[in-house]
């Protein structure tokens, strides 16, 4: 059977041979990818690398790859919310499983390591600020993946938020993987993240419009399922762990927490926290 030709308007690549938004050709990208929200950040993980062979920016996007450990890695940044995931997955799947030359899909695929280097908020008062922790799970507030096809997993918390919440649409709930998870030490936290659509209402943040849900930290907070209890808010990591399943390759959100929402703290030091789950990533995965 012929195979499937991806259309120029579908799969958009530049006249440099580059893909859309990312600006990136296949040979620029290492399989070991670590992503950041915020563009400044790319730089301040590049800084920890033995050798950095390529740097490129577009728009929110950019990227630094070089080695580490003997180890050929890339430090990406997304900006924010899982809209841009859904164009980051996309892109990164596509220059390693699409022949780019003759737009169709490789018959054999490669699967990336993708490790998010990320801020969040607790909503326990056990995870104070300053720590870090490793999504298990996460659970998506946005509607991204009713565009997609179903996920397969069990998505008991999500209904669980569904029915407390009385929200009108179903969250979507995916998890790690279990081959990176494994990777981890005794100063990660594990927990259940819940990916939110916007920082603030959604967040259950009130500045100067009213949230349509009244206490929704201690409702969300107070949910437990099989052991597991929802443990921190940010905005990427239902939508990585979703695509990542779909497309097939092996993700892990990690989470600097700077703000702890019961207690009303932020974090003082946020920018060491950071720095310290930074090396951290680094270190367990290049090691
Ligand atoms: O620090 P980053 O990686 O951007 O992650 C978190 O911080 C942003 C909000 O301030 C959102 O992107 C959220 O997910
Ligand atoms: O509370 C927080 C902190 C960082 N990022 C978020 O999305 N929420």
Same mark, same amino acid.
């Given at each position: ?37 915020? $563009? ?14 390529? @740097? ?71 995870? $104070? ?53 494994? @990777? ?17 209402? $959604? ?58 929402? $019961? ?25």
């Amino acid at each position: 059977m012929e195979k499937r030709r991806i259309p120029e308007s579908e799969l958009i690549i530049n006249g440099d041979g580059s893909i859309y938004h990312l600006h990136l050709k296949p040979e620029h990208l290492a399989s070991t990818v670590f992503t950041v929200g915020d $563009p400044d950040r790319v730089a301040l993980v590049s800084q920890y690398f033995d050798q950095i062979d390529f @740097k490129i920016q577009k728009r929110e996007f950019i990227t630094h790859t070089g080695w580490k450990n003997g180890k050929r890695i890339t430090v990406l940044s997304t900006g924010m919310g899982t809209d841009n995931i859904e164009i980051l997955m996309t892109e990164l799947d596509a220059l390693v499983n699409v022949d780019l030359e003759t737009r169709q899909i490789k018959s054999s695929k490669t699967s990336l390591d993708i490790i998010r280097i990320g801020t969040s908020g607790s909503m326990q008062t056990d995870i $104070p600020v300053g720590s870090l922790l490793a999504s298990e799970l996460g659970i998506g507030m946005d509607t991204l993946m009713a565009y997609y096809p179903e996920l397969s997993g069990d998505q008991g918390l999500a209904l669980a938020i569904q029915k407390e919440l009385g929200l009108s649409f179903l969250p979507y709930q995916a998890s790690a993987s279990s081959q990176l998870l494994a @990777k981890l030490d005794q100063e990660i936290l594990t927990g259940v993240t819940l990916t939110c659509p916007g920082f603030y209402a $959604p967040q259950g943040r009130e500045v100067r419009l009213k949230p349509k849900f009244d206490n929704m930290i201690e409702r969300l907070s107070s949910i437990q399922i099989g052991g597991k209890r929802v443990t921190n808010f940010e905005m990427e990591t239902a939508g990585y762990y979703a695509l990542g399943e779909l497309l097939g390759h092996r993700m892990l959100s990690l989470n600097a927490i700077v703000a702890n929402r $019961p207690l009303k703290k932020f974090d003082t030091e946020a920018e060491k926290t950071v720095d310290k789950l930074i090396r951290k990533a680094l270190d367990l995965f290049t090691a």
